[in-house]
């Protein structure tokens, strides 16, 4: 089953999301029309008594793909993958880094750089991670736009650091209850590459073993715990570590280096989760919040499958979920394409100018287009992304290739270029 549909009134004000069959039957029946194509959004032509209900947004922030949900009570009514493009941010950067450097060793015509003149705010991020914030603030005020939205709820640290690090700490049934071992178990699989830590071995099931045992004075701390499977956690017993790996020097050197690493890969993360949520509030709605290992105890308990959009559905205190929805809206963050008139070589030289006009025929570079062809060698319908050129042959990028050479007199716009590309 595919999404809800969003719609909006008269006045574009957001109204309750309808099952796909209302919104053919509205369609049909010509009492709304098409708003925007992604995500689908009706806009009604009549007017409409109905009270809106209350609908949760809800966010897993995640490295490389944020999830997205909204619920209705306990019903899950449409979902949303967005992936981000910070490695390709990155990757820029560091390029326009190694050109720069490279000039200044040549002694190149370059103005000097300038180290001492900068300063950065103490809210600053790096551009690879600002971006991630700043496309989920956007797809958050988008939703708002369109959906009746009362409540956030957020992901906001993967792991509960307190927790984490002091195991012995004490005062309240979270603390102490089932789900501890939720945020322990999920922290060691990321620290350890979800691998037994002795021989290497993988995707088999894993158990927390202590390095230093609890009968020689270990202890519960994170620092003194890895995993291990089965075989090896029975070998080792209670023996110590340089004993049982006497014959391993590389590999306890390895373990001893790697259990004394701190916490700052899960800060690092959950740095832009504090960021992203920093924004949240300023949207005005309620914002709540939950841990990573929360949202695994919810969606292991209600046995639903692993992916973004399901972890963002078990975001936060979830009692009974009922998914109405099979086929997320995958969004993938392309960009608005670049400024750069001049392109260049390996070594930084100029290679080639590229023309700054975009617009050609009334289509832009990044449109999302449908394309009848009936006659020519290239007869079909295609749909995606288009690539303009000057003379009117177009590139479009489908899901299933890329199609060149097509007349702009066969194209259709249907998503004009917002920086994502689409699919279901």
Known sequence: MSNYVFVIDTNKKPCNPVHPAVARKLLKEKQAAVFRRFPFTLILKIKLTEPTREIQLKIDPGSKTTGIALTQGSYVIWGAE?????????DALQSRRSLRRSRRNRHTRYRQPKFLNRTRRDDWLAPSLQHRVETTITWVNKLIKFVPITGISQELVRFDLQQIENPEISGTEYQQGELVGYEVREYLLNKWDRKCSYCGIQNVPLQIEHIRCIAKGGTNRISNLCLACESCNLKKGTQDIEDFLVKKPLVLKQILSQAKRPLKDAAAVNSTRWALFNRLKKTGLLVTTGSGGLTKFNRTRLNLEKTHWLDAACVGKV?????????????????????????????????????????HFGFQTGDIVKAIVKTGKKIGNYIGRIATRSTGSFNISTSNGLVQGISHKYCKAIHKKDGYNYSN
């Open 319 to 359: 009692d009974t979920l009922k998914v109405l929805t099979k086929k997320p809206l995958i969004i993938k963050s392309t960009g608005h394409g670049t400024r750069q008139q001049c392109r260049t070589d390996k070594f930084g030289f100029p290679s080639r100018y590229c023309s700054i006009n975009k617009f």
């Open 82 to 90: 967005l992936t981000h493009r910070g490695g390709i941010i990155k």
